[in-house]
């Protein structure tokens, strides 16, 4: 076996019983070296922080007459061995203690096992257990569990089936923590039937489940969907245990299938039946409210919580200001920031990032940047996240000397860049039209580019009408292409006017599968409406229909659009009646269509109906409106004429919204 150096010389001179040399004239010992007792040596073993310095010391007092190393000694050592993953260092110890005849208790056992787990290696862990009588130690209950929950951390399920039979061929009844290790693995892996046959079998044996046990099987079905079969599962709890742990993997179930009212019942039959809600049953439902926008009610809650004295937590806090962030109330945020802070409450890298990224999503970059610099001063080190986040504020600004400036300062930290970081580094150098910087840097990533990376590259070359580049792009993407990769051809293709390409990749669309959606039937439609050829575009908006995909404003503005540019503009009232009767709402852009079709065919008293019309729904004109109707005007019944008739409209708009 190849040991370390450190352990090389480690403990390899046992002490004779016998001189190898005797002498004659004896003298007295000068300055006899004390003996250590072993509370001395455990003491020392406990404080002593450097691992090198602890196997010096271990060492020396082992090749000395000061100590005889025990059973507790060894042990020691090697869970300090053990938390620095020093395998070969565990392995030289336990032969040693076999050489000089000190059995394993079964404690240490354990502490020999626990360092296999931690360093990831359950099936060498599993190895040396089954040597363990080598090492005069005999199996136990206790042993057992170490070994089963280590093979449950590196999920190898199958070895611990065996392991379990051998537990009971030896006689050893299995007891609570034994029982919720194998409940842990079934649900782990799927088997939610066989971990409630496992909570019938445990009351059977006169195990009781405890919270434990129904926390872990709640918890896994509220995960594939099986909450109803959960709030079954707790109304069937007996026991006499803290319930808090189960209702609280129950509320987590409900409120992630969107279920604020059940959590709420929920919130009140803990009340009811006696059961202390705490920060978790609080914070999830938190959460849960600023995830859905209802920010003001996460406050009431946060009252509440205040009321029953239960201090919030960072993560508390941390919801609330998520929720005020992406409402983009940035000073409700930065309140409760400073209020978490007041109270003692330590920010964590999360918060920090929730803080930049809502600052970011309304481009007010120098706040998010103060915000980095806050962390930093309060000992938070940014992370890739914090980095990525940054750059990808600067990329929607398409400010690539800041995105650049962040990415250095990443490097120059120690911090390596994900494929998130690298798509919004790649996009901000294509929206500043640095194609060339934008493909040396992703042919030089550290790590595999995504869909994202190429469809934002894919993009830009598109918007720039670079589309034979894109297409070059796309080949070498291969079967990560997806749906929004074609939908961004389609709009290059429609850029430059080449429905041959376009066709033929919405043909290869539908021969690989790729369904298309609303936003790729509206790129169609808009590109034979932009080439006057609106009939093709009315028989894709049919076809669409057909498919199962509605159309929406924009599917209608587009085609009233093309309608109106051909002169068709009776076709295009036709279209706007359909669009109510979908229930869909004409805006701006519908409008000044029809604004510009008919007087763009000197149908004024037309175009002043359809003003008025839009007037009537709520709609305001803006001054492209005024100036087309105006121009009109001006030409059939002179300035005054056309003043006077706009003031009229005007007029009734006041009137309108005063109603």
Not at 100 to 105: A, D, M, P, Q, R
Not at 400 to 406: D, I, K, R, Y
Request: proline share 3%; with cysteine.
């Amino acid at each position: 076996m190849h040991l370390k150096p450190q352990y090389s010389s480690l403990l390899k001179l046992p002490k004779p019983s016998i001189p190898f040399i005797f002498n004659t004239n004896p003298k007295p010992p000068q300055n006899p070296i004390p003996k250590l007792s072993e509370f001395d040596v455990l003491n020392r073993l406990n404080n002593e922080q450097d691992i090198n310095s602890a196997t010096q010391f271990f060492k020396s007092i082992s090749n000395s007459n000061t100590f005889q190393h025990t059973s507790l000694t060894y042990q020691k050592m090697i869970e300090k061995l053990g938390l620095n993953c020093d395998i070969n260092g565990v392995q030289y110890l336990l032969q040693q203690m076999k050489l000089e005849g000190i059995n394993c208790s079964e404690d240490l056992f354990v502490s020999v096992i626990s360092c296999y787990r931690r360093a990831g290696l359950a099936d060498q862990g599993l190895k040396m257990f089954y040597r363990i009588q080598d090492f005069g130690c005999k199996p136990s209950v206790k042993i057992y569990n170490c070994v089963l929950d280590g093979l449950l951390d590196d999920n190898r399920f199958s070895m611990m089936i065996p392991v379990y039979g051998n537990m009971k061929r030896d006689g050893l009844e299995p007891d609570k923590y034994t029982y919720n290790i194998l409940l842990k693995a079934l649900c782990k892996n799927g088997r939610i039937d066989g971990a409630r046959k496992m909570l019938d079998e445990m009351s059977k044996r006169g195990c009781l489940p405890d919270e434990v046990s129904y926390t872990t099987i709640v918890c896994s079905m509220c995960d594939v969907g099986m909450v109803k079969e959960a709030k079954e599962v707790v109304a069937s709890v007996f026991g006499d245990f803290p319930m808090v742990s189960v209702y609280n993997a129950l509320i987590m179930g409900v409120c992630r299938d969107g279920d604020v009212n059940e959590a709420f019942r929920l919130m009140e039959k803990m009340v009811v039946d006696g059961v202390e809600l705490n920060v978790i049953t609080f914070t999830t439902i938190i959460n849960t409210l600023s995830g859905f926008g209802e920010v003001e009610l996460s406050l009431a809650i946060l009252a509440k919580m205040l009321l029953r004295n239960c201090k919030p937590n960072v993560f508390t806090f941390t919801s609330l200001i998520k929720g005020f962030c992406a409402k983009g109330k940035m000073e409700d945020a930065c309140e409760l920031y400073n209020k978490m802070t007041r109270e003692g409450v330590l920010p964590n890298v999360v918060s920090y990032n929730t803080l930049i990224n809502g600052f970011c999503s309304i481009g007010n970059m120098r706040k998010a940047v103060s915000f980095v610099s806050e962390m930093e001063r309060r000992a938070c080190p940014p992370n890739v996240t914090t980095y990525g986040t940054l750059i990808n504020g600067y990329a929607k600004c398409k400010d690539v000397v800041g995105a650049s400036e962040t990415w250095n300062k990443m490097m120059t930290q120690g911090c390596n860049p994900n494929v998130v970081v690298y798509t919004s580094m790649v996009d901000v150098l294509c929206s500043n039209v640095m194609f060339d910087e934008a493909y040396s840097l992703m042919n030089n990533m550290t790590c595999a580019p995504n869909a994202a990376t190429f469809n934002a590259f894919i993009k830009s070359l598109c918007s720039c009408g670079k589309v034979d580049s894109a297409m070059k792009l796309f080949f070498q993407m291969g079967n990560l292409a997806n749906l929004t990769t074609y939908n961004e051809l389609l709009t290059g293709f429609s850029k430059v006017n080449d429905f041959k390409a376009a066709s033929d990749l919405i043909l290869e669309m539908e021969q690989n599968g790729i369904g298309l959606n609303l936003a790729t039937y509206n790129r169609i439609i808009n590109m034979y409406c932009c080439n006057n050829m609106v009939n093709e575009g009315l028989k894709v908006m049919a076809k669409m229909v057909v498919k199962g995909v509605k159309p929406d404003v924009v599917t209608f503005n587009i085609v009233i659009h093309g309608c109106c540019k051909c002169g068709k503009v009776d076709l295009a009232g036709q279209l706007l009646e359909s669009m109510s009767r979908d229930g869909l709402r004409a805006d701006l852009v519908t409008y000044t269509s029809l604004v510009h079709g008919m007087c763009g065919l000197g149908g004024v008293e037309k175009g002043e109906e359809w003003v008025w019309r839009m007037v009537n729904d709520g709609v305001c004109p803006d001054k492209g409106i005024w100036s087309v109707l105006v121009r009109c005007l001006m030409s059939r019944i002179g300035y005054g004429g056309a003043i006077d008739l706009v003031n009229s409209i005007l007029v009734g708009q006041n009137n309108i919204s005063k109603t």
